[in-house]
Structures are given as C-alpha cells and as structure tokens.
C-alpha cells in the first residue's frame, strides 16, 4: 500500500492527503517530522510530505506528488480534460503556492515565535501577497469552484496555502485576504465543509500538541 509520510499539522502534507482521499486511493498515513532520521530515510532533504509508492519508489515535494497520484490513479481525475482548463488548473496552483503560501510563510515566526520582523519585510511580504490576490481574483471563478462546476486540485491546493496567510494576513500585516477577493471566504466556507475536509481539519488539531513540542525541542 502507498506510504504518505510527514505530519498532520502540514499544509502541504494536507494536500497531498486531500488529494489521495478525494481520489479514494488507500494508503498508510505515518507521522514523521521533518530532518528526523525517519524523514530522511525517505527525502534526501529532510522536507514532509514524501511518499513511498506501491512499488516501493520513493518521492517528495507536494507538487510532485500529485502529479504522480493523477499519473498513477486516473480513475477519479482531479484535472479537467480539457487542456486549456488544465493549465489554468495548474496556474492557480502556482499562485497559491509561490505567491500566497510561501510568501505568508516568512512571517510565521512573528505568529509562533512572536519574532519581530523589519518594515521593509513585512511591506515586501504584503506587497507580494497582494499580488497573489490580484491574481486569484482575476483568475477564479468560484462557480463555486475555482475552475468552474468541478473540484480540480486548484481547490485543495489553495485551501491549505491559504492557511498561514489567514493568520499573519491580519495579525503582522493589517490586510485579510479573504476580504481582499470577492468570493473567497463563501469558496472557503464551502470547502471547509466537506467530510473530508474536516477529517483533514480534525487530524492537524489533534496533531498540534505534538508538533509544537517537536519545534520547541532543542535540535
């Protein structure tokens, strides 16, 4: 059986998870954190999320995984067939990440660690993330999913890149992006609740004690 391995508090393991559950593939959830022995027995660079395929292969970065899951189990496809809409699918899915996720992501030590950061950050941060909300507003559709009348992995990916910038957004940078793109909290509301997007939800709450006494123990 196919191996996810990371951590339930991750978004990007969050994703890949939706993704493997929204396509009803079985696999094995094991719980290992990042740079631990374990991780790295499975990804070189110590990073979750990793899998192990059916096969035995070994495989990391969020992105890729999916790829692969689309290649490896058609059935229940998370791309549309259309190809146009198959690259606007993949568009989203790099604005959410590179724009939204990992710019909003500089800023968590100031949310967990109460890290102070410059101005000069926190205004390049949000410059940034304003211009990934240009772009989401301009590209979605919210009809009601991101591409149209289906749920494609734009949709599971940006739910879960949208969680830290919904916490450093308002808390270090005075702008709330689900203020800042009409339709996104009404998007965001109805992708909270599905099934499994609250066992999802469930599994990082019940995960949060451990992760934090993870990075707070002395490496």
């Known amino acids: 059986m196919l191996t996810l391995h990371g951590f339930p508090f991750s978004n990007y393991h969050n994703i890949v998870k939706h993704a493997l559950m929204q396509k009803g593939v079985s696999f094995d959830e094991h719980i290992v954190y990042p ?8 990804n070189p660079t110590g990073k979750a999320p990793a899998m192990t395929t059916e096969k035995g292969t070994q495989l990391s970065e969020s992105s890729v995984l999916v790829e692969y899951l689309e290649d490896a189990y058609p059935e229940h496809s998370l791309f549309p067939q259309d190809v146009e809409v198959r690259g606007k699918v993949r568009q989203l899915m790099k604005v959410s990440e590179l724009y939204l996720e990992l710019a909003a992501r500089r800023l968590l030590p100031a949310v967990l660690g109460n890290i102070e950061f410059p101005q000069a950050t926190l205004d390049e941060v949000k410059s940034v993330m304003e211009r990934g909300a240009h772009a989401l507003a301009t590209l979605a559709e919210f009809g009601p ?25 308002p808390a270090k940078l005075h702008w709330d992006i689900m203020d800042a793109v009409p339709g996104l909290a009404e998007w965001d509301a109805m992708m909270a609740s599905t099934e499994i997007a609250k066992k999802i ?7 949060a004690a451990e992760f934090m006494a993870y990075i707070s123990a002395p490496k």
């Open 201 to 207: 939800d469930a599994d990082q709450e019940a995960n």
């Open 35 to 42: 740079n631990t022995p374990a991780m790295l027995a499975v």
């Open 145 to 169: 999913f991101l591409v149209g009348s289906e749920l494609t992995l734009a949709d599971i990916y940006l739910r879960y890149a949208l969680a830290i910038p919904k916490m450093v957004g």
